[in-house]
């Protein structure tokens, strides 16, 4: 971490200085991209955080075995098949990318504190729903996310897409790190889960409060196409013209 930081610094620190400028066409705003990368954090970095304890959640608290209560446990990914692209449709039906994910987010952070009160006398099948039900809105979350970043900067979509992706890894680091330093059995459980609830709530804010709704969300026509299409318009006005003649 520390080597990166220096190499960050190295690399930036004429631009902070004010010695160096880029070029318009290369500048975006980077608190955009900084909510981002706060909305992988807590969407994708708590998936695999939450994929890599739930197993042992469900096998302490109800008492399964380790077989069943993995295959209970995969339940949680497995709804990765639709809910990240779900996200992603609703962020172009709803008609506005900003709101989406911000209600996603709070969803999110609501069914994580809900999942804080699970102990081993709920129905089990009601808990099974229950993390089925908050696994939907974490991962449509990532795919309102990625909804988003190609919108900030069209010319550096990879480089923008590459920055918010590598974080949902520092939010598994972190959310994995906090775990194990809880105590063991349900009191931890229930203080991890309650940790990620109120970091969802606190993201899904900055998210109403800070996001911008990327401008052209919902053009026809991507960044550079306008040129082809205003030349093919005259062209496609003439063979209309012929057809009529």
């Given at each position: 971490y520390l080597f990166q930081a220096y190499n960050c610094w190295v690399v930036n620190k004429d631009l902070l200085a004010g010695r160096k400028r880029y070029a318009p066409e290369d500048r975006f705003n980077f608190s955009q991209v900084a909510i981002l990368e706060l909305t992988y954090i807590v969407n994708f970095g708590s998936e695999l955080a939450v994929v890599s304890m739930l197993p042992a959640f469900f096998e302490g608290t109800f008492g399964l075995s380790k077989q069943a209560a993995g295959m209970i446990a995969a339940s949680y990914a497995f709804m990765n098949l639709?809910?990240?692209?779900?996200?992603?449709?609703?962020?172009?039906?709803?008609?506005?990318?900003?709101?989406?994910?911000?209600?996603?987010?709070?969803?999110?952070?609501?069914?994580?504190?809900?999942?804080?009160?699970?102990?081993?006398?709920?129905?089990?099948?009601?808990?099974?729903?229950?993390?089925?039900?908050?696994?939907?809105?974490?991962?449509?979350?990532?795919?309102?996310?990625?909804?988003?970043?190609?919108?900030?900067?069209?010319?550096?979509?990879?480089?923008?897409?590459?920055?918010?992706?590598?974080y949902g890894n520092v939010g598994a680091v972190a959310y994995l790190t906090i775990f194990s330093l809880l105590p063991a059995g349900d009191v931890g459980n229930r203080i991890f889960f309650q940790v990620l609830g109120v970091a969802s709530l606190v993201v899904a804010f900055l998210c109403f409060l800070v996001l911008k709704e990327p401008k052209g969300s919902f053009a026809e026509l991507h960044e550079g196409e306008e040129q082809y299409a205003t030349a093919a318009s005259p062209a496609a006005a003439m063979e209309t013209g012929d057809l009529m003649n």
């Open positions: 639709m809910s990240r692209p779900g996200g992603g449709l609703i962020s172009d039906k709803l008609g506005s990318r900003k709101m989406t994910m911000a209600i996603l987010t709070f969803c999110m952070g609501i069914g994580y504190l809900i999942m804080s009160k699970v102990t081993g006398g709920w129905w089990l099948p009601g808990a099974v729903m229950l993390t089925m039900s908050c696994s939907f809105f974490v991962q449509a979350g990532e795919g309102s996310t990625f909804a988003i970043v190609p919108l900030v900067k069209r010319r550096i979509t990879g480089q923008v897409a590459g920055n918010v992706g590598a």
